[in-house]
């Protein structure tokens, strides 16, 4: 039996009541009117016991017989959601996401803005993008069940692998996502190696890591914590020298067994990574003349963070699930260092004023991760860079380049960039003042 059964039981019980009170009314206000006929006044007292909101909406008086009903509606509270005459918002309701739902559980609200919240709830449908807010079949009127929910967001594809953790084939995925709000990221109830841990337990981690003592580590550093195609949820993509089990090439001699390192930050990696080293540090104490198409430049840029483990900041150096070993998707990774760029990417800015790969997540598709000669760690000049895609603008366009200096100080180029901001505007085509005439006249002073 469900057990959250009892309340909709107390609604039938609760409806039926009313209904046959409502019969006792009724012959006892026929008989008072055949006694009394001026005793019309005690009409009033057989309407008020009346469903009044259940008289139009029969549909919803017949799923409410059959399934978990709202505590407000079982307690003829409908006023509470909508307003019976008129409201601002669809289908009559007095608020609008969640702050309809906060009335009643004001000490969710209290809560959840101290931690990081789900995104559905921050959105303007609010909680009813996973609760029906009447009555459902599922415990706390869910939309689905608990895997099938989720699955309305997260691609069900990314846990269709040959090895899938068991919480995950079992659909639980509470066992270990909180689904309102978290301190931990990805909304976990604990930090990530306490929950592997509290099923897991920490017996012979080392006879299962090679040796290796790996007390103290993030187990999703390595293993996915959904699915993966390699045995033991081992991420798909893996660090050569681990996937060869070669780990004294970072770790020195494997009969020690020690999580020591035969070098220190970069330069460990540049052990093996040679082009990358001579990415990052060639030229940054010469001039490059004639590799440098733009003013002022005359040194390549590093985008190694400070620290001494910089390569590390942005790839795992054992596995990931991502090509490229890094520990997360591009977009997040970026905007976890660049903070101002992510709050700017939540305003409302509309689709047509952002380029499709800022849309897509796609900052390396402009943007050198590593280093750069040009400004913002772009791949190439900004024309050159902007017309490889835009092939029509290539032969067409607004004067660009060396032969066209802004007027505005007599010294830099024009550039794609000069008129468009490709982050993000309220103008169409990205511009960065509107293209009817403003942003014109930024140059072609008015006469």
């Known amino acids: 039996m469900n057990p959250l059964k009892p ?18 009314r009724h012959l006892v206000l026929i008989s ?150 978290s301190r931990e990221d990805f909304l976990l109830i604990a930090p990530a190696r306490q929950l592997c841990l509290s099923c897991h337990g920490q017996k012979n981690l080392a006879g299962v890591h090679w040796g290796v003592e790996v007390r103290g580590c993030d187990c999703t550093l390595c293993h996915s914590p959904h699915a993966s195609g390699s045995r033991g949820l081992v991420y798909d993509f893996s660090h050569k020298p681990y996937q060869e089990r070669n780990c004294h090439k970072c770790h020195g001699d494997d009969r020690q067994k020690q999580r020591t390192l035969v070098a220190q930050g970069a330069n460990l990696c540049y052990t093996c990574h040679h082009q990358e080293q001579e990415k990052f540090h060639e030229g940054q104490d010469n001039s490059h003349e004639g590799q440098d198409n733009f003013q002022g430049k005359s040194r390549k840029k590093s985008h190694m963070p400070s620290g001494s483990r910089e390569c590390l900041w942005c790839h795992n150096p054992h596995a990931s ?17 660049h903070s101002k760029m992510a709050a700017r990417l939540k305003s409302d800015t509309p689709a047509g004023g952002r380029h499709p790969e800022v849309i897509k997540g796609n900052c390396t598709s402009c943007h050198d991760p590593h280093s750069s000669l040009w400004p913002e760690f772009l791949k190439a000049d900004a024309i ?19 032969k066209a200096i802004d007027p505005r100080d007599r010294k830099t180029q024009i550039k794609c960039i000069t008129c468009h901001d490709p982050m993000g505007t309220k103008f169409r085509y990205s511009l960065r003042l509107d293209g009817s005439r403003a942003l014109c006249e930024q140059c072609h002073q008015k006469y």
């Open 7 to 24: 309340k909709s039981a107390m609604f039938v019980i609760n409806l039926l009541n009313k209904k046959i009170r409502k019969k006792i």
């Open 32 to 181: 008072l009117l055949a006694a009394f006929p001026s005793a019309w006044a005690i009409a009033a007292w057989a309407i008020a016991g009346e469903p009044a909101c259940f008289q139009c909406h029969k549909d919803l008086e017949k799923k409410c017989l059959s399934g978990i009903v709202h505590q407000a509606i079982w307690q003829d509270h409908c006023a509470g959601c909508h307003n019976p005459h008129t409201a601002s918002f669809d289908h009559l309701l007095v608020r609008q996401g969640a702050s309809l739902c906060y009335q009643c559980h004001k000490e969710k609200e209290e809560k959840w803005q101290r931690l990081k919240m789900h995104s559905p709830i921050q959105q303007q449908q609010g909680c009813l993008g996973c609760h029906e807010p009447h009555v459902s079949s599922y415990h706390f009127q869910v939309k689905a069940n608990e895997q099938a929910l989720c699955f309305k967001c997260h691609k069900a594809e990314d846990f269709q692998k040959k090895y899938v953790h068991k919480p995950a084939q079992e659909g639980k995925c509470q066992r270990c996502h909180d689904p309102h709000a």
């Open 321 to 337: 699930k991502r090509k490229g070993l890094t520990r997360r998707e591009i977009k997040i990774l970026c905007l976890s260092c």
């Open 384 to 402: 050159i860079l902007c017309t490889s895609c835009h092939i029509k603008q290539k032969k067409a366009t607004h004067p660009v380049g060396e």
